[in-house]
């Protein structure tokens, strides 16, 4: 459907003639995604019916009162990493978030910056990094936007082992809710208190803001937020050329290392130990077969790459990267002993990239563990896509290792064996630690070309969570719960909760149907009642 002419003009009005566009080219841009889940439907998605681009919190309300007006629906879009940033319903308007880019504030003192939607990662940790600071990125890569992974999508990382994951670091934030209010959350909702706290003073809605996976545009339009930083010892960290062969200077007080362990039970054990001597500030790991891919610039390449086992006999399991960014040289040297004294009673393959790889390896390994930019083509192959079997979740390391990686094997080396999906290395699981913690985030990547005759994306992925869930393993991001019930209920309240934040159902949302089912708020108060009374009893 196209949109109406009165529509146009005002948004026309509204914007700017230059900033909204219903021309078909435009749109078309706008309906591509080779990324997750479009191995089972194909890369091109809905057509939105226009796009705008906002430049300030006003402009972003009053695109909700005309799509309001015009039965039309909004979906912000803030860097298009996933499919929930295109348009998922008919008649929708896309909110491109480019030109809302701005860093509004660095605060060292209390330790948090400020920014606008439109701020990907690479581009702040640069900034804050002169302020002596650092900040979290997103594991998927440095060019996803710091607001989006904080409030409205998953944004674990390796640099979670030291500075949380995102969703954690969120201080405050102002939302356009699609009913076209102005929503403040913690101490940014209270007058001259600034955006240094989360939980207040002013309402703390954090747990409303996400559920498991964030809300995907469901609420409205998130378009500032605070975020916290943490300390950064070295000099700002500078590279040049272009991936994979960048040129970096090895920071001061710094150091790398990548390492294996021949079993999962010994990875496991290993991993308890690193985490609970608090030594490492990134921590991620991922199979050879993304070094393949990352270390490639051609397919053909690619494809000698895994002829000549070039990664796959480097690394006979899939490698971990450790990185320690120490205060001072005297902890350097400490923290870098007692990381290998681990690493060798627990029996580690260990390789030191700044002496023991070449250009190319050295470069995918640091650009991984300072900027989260090891290019991981395994995401956006060109001839393919890039996808999940499951688990694909948060569990503890003992779930990750001792029960999760042989159905996922399993089910990969099944697929593989007869061309369903890519043949890569068998374990190619990425996986990263939170908070030097016992629990993380778990994900085994495959490539599948939905155009291929023996291609077959969609059994893997259902295979998948049916194991999972016999094994009790967690699936899209969220962990299997105890009892089923109480995580319906959770699902209730937050179904209930967008809806009173989206009266008329304009936002355009992968999660609206599902919400729109939950019921009544009276039956949740009955549900919160019984609750109650058993807990009394």
């Keep these: 459907m196209a949109i109406g002419n009165e529509a146009l003009r005002e948004f026309q009005v509204a914007l700017g003639e230059n900033n909204v566009s219903a021309d078909p080219v435009v749109i078309e841009s706008y309906s591509y995604m080779n990324s997750m889940f479009s191995v089972m439907i194909g890369n091109w998605w809905l057509r939105p019916v226009a796009v705008a681009l906002p430049s300030t919190t006003e402009e972003c309300r009053k695109i909700i009162d005309i799509c309001k007006k015009h039965k039309l629906k909004f979906k912000p879009h803030g860097g298009a990493w996933f499919i929930s940033a295109l348009a998922t319903s008919e008649d929708t308007v896309i909110l491109d978030m480019r030109r809302m880019n701005k860093i509004n504030e660095i605060n060292p003192t209390d330790g948090y910056v400020v920014c606008e939607t439109y701020v990907p990662g690479g581009e702040m940790q640069a900034e804050v990094m002169k302020h002596g600071l650092n900040c979290h990125l997103c594991g998927a890569g440095p060019n996803l936007m710091q607001l989006v992974t904080a409030t409205s999508m998953q944004g674990s990382g390796g640099e979670a082992q030291s500075m949380s994951f995102q969703e954690r670091n969120l201080l405050g934030a102002e939302l356009v809710t699609a009913n076209g209010d102005i929503l403040y959350f913690g101490s940014p909702g209270t007058p001259n208190a600034g955006w240094f706290c989360g939980d207040g003073p002013g309402p703390s809605l954090k747990g409303m803001m996400r559920g498991a996976m964030g809300n995907m545009g469901a609420q409205g339009v998130y378009t500032r937020c605070a975020l916290k930083l943490y300390p950064w010892y070295s000099e700002p960290y500078d590279c040049h050329g272009s ?5 970096s200077e090895r920071p001061s007080n710094y150091n790398l290392r990548v390492v294996w362990w021949d079993n999962a039970d010994i990875e496991a054990e290993a991993l308890y130990q690193l985490s609970e001597a608090e030594l490492v500030d990134f921590a991620a790991r991922i199979g050879s077969g993304s070094y393949e891919s ?37 902890g350097l040297e400490y923290r870098t002993a007692a990381l290998d004294a681990i690493i060798e009673e627990t029996g580690g393959h260990s390789y030191d990239p700044f002496t023991e790889f070449d250009h190319t390896e050295f470069e995918l390994v640091i650009q991984q563990a300072i900027r989260a930019a090891y290019i991981m083509k395994d995401a956006f192959l060109p001839a393919g896509a890039f996808s999940c079997n499951p688990p694909l979740t948060y569990e503890t390391i003992d779930q990750i290792w001792k029960v999760a990686e042989e159905p996922s094997l399993r089910i990969r080396r099944e697929w593989m064996e007869r061309d369903a999906i890519l043949e890569q290395d068998l374990d190619n699981i990425y996986c990263s630690i939170d908070e030097h913690g016992h629990f993380g985030h778990v994900e085994t990547i495959y490539q599948c070309d939905f155009a291929e005759p023996k291609g077959e994306p969609t059994g893997i992925t259902i295979k998948g969570m049916t194991e999972g869930t016999r094994l009790y393993l967690g699936n899209g991001y969220m962990s299997f719960p105890e009892d089923v019930k109480k995580a319906v209920m959770y699902a209730q309240y937050l179904g209930k909760i967008n809806q009173m934040l989206d009266r008329n159902m304009v936002a355009d949302s992968m999660m609206a149907p599902m919400f729109a089912m939950m019921g009544s708020l009276d039956e949740l108060d009955e549900l919160a009642d019984q609750k109650q009374q058993t807990t009394v009893r």
């Design 243 to 247: 991936p994979p062969f960048y040129e």
């Design 294 to 330: 990352s270390a490639a610039v051609s397919n053909e390449e690619y494809r000698e790459l895994v002829k000549n086992r070039t990664f796959r006999d480097k690394f006979k399991r899939g490698p971990w990267t450790f990185s320690i960014a120490a205060a001072s040289e005297r």
